[in-house]
C-alpha cells in the first residue's frame, strides 16, 4: 500500500494531472473493446459487473459507473474514504488472501498499477481471476524495467518493476487466456529516459512526481500518452515504460 498523504494528494489532482486521466481513458478503451458484450448471467436490463481491485480514490468507479455496477478495494483507509466522498462505497481488501467479492460474479476486473505493490503477485492474479465470470475479463497495468527504479518506487512502497517475460509469467495457470500483452507510456518513454538519466548524475530528490505541470504541456502530454489507446492490441509497440494486459477467463 502507498502511504496515504499521497492518496490525499491523488484525491485532488487525479482529474487533472495528465497520467492519471490518460491511464484511465486506456483503460476504458480496453474494457470497451474487449469486455464479453453478452451478460446472460447478469439479468435482463441489469448492468454487467466491474471490480476494480486497488481502486484508489475512485476516478475509474466513478468513469465506469454509468456502464457498470462498479465495486472498489483497496487496503487503504484513506483511499477507501476519498470514494466514500465520491459516493462509492470501498470495502478492505488485501491481497491474495482477503478479497470480498464474489466467486464468478464479474465481467471485468482491473488491477491497474496494483500487483507491483503485492509480494504475492501471481497468487494474486489466481485469486482474482476467480472473481471473473466466464469469459470475463482481467485488465492490468504495471511499471516496466527495473533500470527505471528510482526513489518514487520507493515512495510508493514498490516490491519490483517488470520485463516481459515476468509479467507474463504471473498469469499462467490462473485459468487466464491472453488477449493482449503489451508494453505502453511508449511515446513519453523517451522523456522518462532523460529524467532518470538527470537523476543518475544530479541525484534523487525523492520528489513524488504528482505536481501538475503548467496547463498547456499538461495538455500535451495528456494527449499523447491518451493516443495510445488506439495503438495498444491492434500495432506492436517496441517498447515501454509501462506493460498493460488484458486476460480473458477461459476455465476454472
Known sequence: SMRDDLYEVMATIEDKFWWFVAKRRIIKSMIDRYAPTSHTTSGEGSKPALLDIGCGTGGLLRDMADQYEVSGLDSAEAARKACGERGFEAKSCWLPDD??????????????????????????????ATRLKQGGIMVCTVPAHMWLWTKRDEAHHHFRRYNKAQYKAIFEDAGLEPVVVSWYMSHLMPIMILQRIAVKLFGDKGSDDLTIPAAPVNGILRWVFASERFWIGRFPMPFGASLISVHRRVAD
Open 99 to 128: 478479497i470480498p467479492a464474489e466467486i464468478n460474479a464479474f465481467d471485468v476486473c482491473v488491477m491497474s498499477d496494483v500487483l507491483e505493490h503485492v509480494e504475492h503477485d501471481a497468487e494474486s492474479v489466481r485469486a482474482a
